[in-house]
């Protein structure tokens, strides 16, 4: 007798019965007209794409695009709310002035009033997941409760979803329990929900990724966040990459920068051609749990398995593995069309036909491309995928880089003198608005460790937890800041950015080795442009001058900013940090 295929539905584990339990109670409040056990199966996520063909809410691509689909989301459901996002502790205080909150009574019970009878004559998807490569102990499970096949398929792409996840769910006793509905995408209707202490989450009104994808940000990151402390580790918004120097040795590097500020450019960066023998491999694009190993190191995991990426910019100049990437078994979400029906957005070459609305393109009313438009692809499509991406043990650090968009002040790069300074490096971190948020781009606001719109708690007891952990590493890694971002008077890019980025990894990772030479600044250690590799790189020796540069009456101010901004935190904040501002202050007044 021949074996089932590992994925056939006979496989099924047994759902524990509080699971069950869990999802009568859901039907019977929301109404669906059928139950949907996912899977993960291919036929399940053939039969799912085939149904939103035929009801009109995918499209197909032209034939170079096997297997990808257009989705258009509701003009008004484009991006992350986070106005009205919230943190339900039951003391105010744990959530911090960082979130919203609600009282966990008053938000179930608002919750659950649009709740009722939403799903009527919809399907309501069970959709089991593990967050983390299915054998890892550091791995978290869920079960996100959604009416939107949409949410299935990407959940199926950006988590390890379906029966295998579900045996771990029967074998563990705690899981993540989320429970979505796409509403009536009333926007006054719409509200996202954190409840840590009970390990739930409550989604209404929004299909968009970050408000539906219950996996990402709302379980691995504000969910997380929240577990991590308890347990002694950290849930951050950080890719993860490989990168292996001419000599062959490899080192894993985490990087935070806030949404659409570069997290998966640099985790797929191609080496530029004057810098041979260099190879960079990804492990994540955007959330890494890090835990202190008892060898002294930091190691991390990605807990996703897919990446739920920014398309406008990309290219294949920019990033030629995302590129090449999106060209099979990808989900486009809010890109613009072709007159031959290929995606298009801003950064491909030539004009599109329609735009991400579906209106005949018209540069006049606006973008082509939502400039949050996103793709939806398994992380092994990536060329430069990296096999550790499933390593249960994850990857030990040597670096941890923070970053932001700032078109002035904050140089190039410079490095944090110990563990609790590159806290202070994090917790600094500032950057103007884009657009995967509803809201204004372009205004700069603080966005400590690129976790402002992430972090489950409060910011103060989140600062108290890092240096916490940093305590428990012998060999920690070194903490830099970034700025890919600096503008000159004319509003140019002063740094090339992308792959030449290398070149600034190439000196942090020689400070890891101890063979980099740095200027000990007031604000931390810094390359002169001889300190960096920039053979090769066609750049005026006054930018650089400029991109390495310490404004002293700038940074005067920013200082004064950041206690400012410290202050709303209370007595929270470590007084570590204010010791660590006081003294930069201190130096630069001299
Ligand atoms: P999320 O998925 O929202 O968390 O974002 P991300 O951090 O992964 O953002 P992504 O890498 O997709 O960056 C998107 C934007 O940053 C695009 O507009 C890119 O063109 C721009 N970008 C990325 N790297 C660089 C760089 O080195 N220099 C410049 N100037 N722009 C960059
Ligand atoms: C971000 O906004 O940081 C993202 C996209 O990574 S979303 O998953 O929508 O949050
Ligand atoms: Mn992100």
Redesign the pocket.
């Known amino acids: 007798m021949r074996s089932l295929p590992a994925d056939h539905p006979l496989h099924a584990p047994k759902p524990p019965a509080d699971l069950e339990r869990w999802v009568d109670a859901v039907a019977a409040l929301t109404e669906p007209a059928q139950i949907h056990w996912c899977d993960g199966s291919d036929a399940e996520a053939a039969a799912l794409t085939q149904a939103m063909l035929t009801a009109g809410s995918l499209e197909t691509l032209h034939p170079d695009y096997p297997d990808c689909y257009l989705y258009r989301s509701h003009p008004n459901d484009v991006a992350r709310v986070e106005h009205v996002t919230y943190v339900c502790t039951h003391d105010a205080a744990d959530a911090g002035p960082n979130n919203h909150w609600m009282a966990p009574a008053d938000a179930h019970a608002r919750m659950d009033d649009l709740f009722r009878s939403c799903m009527r004559g919809r399907t309501l998807y069970v959709v089991p997941y593990c967050m983390g490569p299915l054998d890892s102990p550091f791995s978290r499970c869920g079960v996100e409760i959604t009416d939107s096949p949409y949410v299935v398929l990407n959940m199926r792409l950006m988590t390890r979803m379906g029966n295998a996840a579900l045996a771990r769910i029967a074998r563990e006793t705690r899981f993540v329990r989320g429970l979505h509905s796409t509403g009536d995408l009333d926007p006054d209707r719409r509200f996202i929900m954190h409840f840590p202490e009970e390990l739930a989450i409550k989604s209404f009104g929004s299909g968009y990724g970050g408000n539906a994808l219950l996996g990402k940000k709302c379980h691995a990151l504000r969910i997380a966040s929240w577990q991590a402390r308890e347990e002694g580790w950290l849930a951050e ?1 950080m ?1 993860l990459v490989a990168i292996t120097n001419p000599a062959g040795e490899t080192h894993y590097v985490a990087a935070a ?11 797929m960066l191609i080496p530029p051609a004057s810098m041979p023998g260099w190879q960079v491999r990804t492990i994540g ?2 959330i890494a749990w890090l835990h202190p190993g008892p060898d002294g190191r930091l190691w991390a995991i990605n807990p996703e398995a897919g990446y ?3 398309a ?3 290219n294949a100049r ?1 990033n030629r593995n995302a590129h090449q990437m999106v060209h099979r078994d990808t989900i486009f979400t809010n890109v613009a069309l072709t007159a031959d029906r290929k995606p298009w957005w801003e ?1 491909l070459e030539g004009v599109p036909a329609l735009d991400w609305r579906g209106q005949p393109y018209d540069p006049t009313v606006g973008p082509g491309a939502h400039p949050n438009a ?1 793709f939806t692809v398994s992380a092994k499509e990536n060329p430069a995928y990296a096999q550790e991406a499933d390593h249960p043990a994850g990857v030990p650090l040597s670096a941890i880089i923070f970053g932001g ?1 700032r078109r002035t002040l904050a140089p190039l790069v410079f490095e944090g003198t110990d563990w609790t300074h590159g806290v202070l490096l994090g917790a600094s971190v500032a950057s103007e608005t ?1 657009a ?1 948020a509803t809201g204004a781009v372009g205004v700069l606001r603080r966005d400590p460790m690129a976790m402002k719109p992430f972090c489950g708690y409060h910011f103060g007891d989140y600062w108290r937890h890092w240096i916490a952990v940093g305590a428990q590493l012998t060999q920690p890694p070194r903490i830099f800041h970034v700025n ?2 600096r503008q000159d008077a004319n509003g140019r ?1 002063l ?4 792959g ?2 290398l070149r600034v990894l190439s000196w942090m990772l020689d400070r890891v080795a101890g063979t980099a030479h740095a200027v000990d600044t007031p604000i931390g250690w810094m390359p002169t442009p001889a300190d960096l590799p920039l053979d090769g790189l066609e750049i005026e020796s006054a930018r650089l001058e400029e991109l390495l540069a310490v404004d002293t009456q700038g940074w005067r101010e920013e200082y004064a900013r950041l206690q400012a901004d410290f202050a709303q935190y209370g007595d929270r904040v470590p007084a570590e940090l204010h010791a660590r501002i006081q003294a930069a202050v201190e130096r630069l007044s001299r």
């Open positions: 918004h890719l920068f806030p949404s659409a500020c570069g997290k998966t450019n640099l985790a694009d955007d739920f990426g920014v406008p910019g990309t920019s950064g996103r968009r884009t995967a890919w971002f890019f740094w090339p950015g992308f030449e980025n």
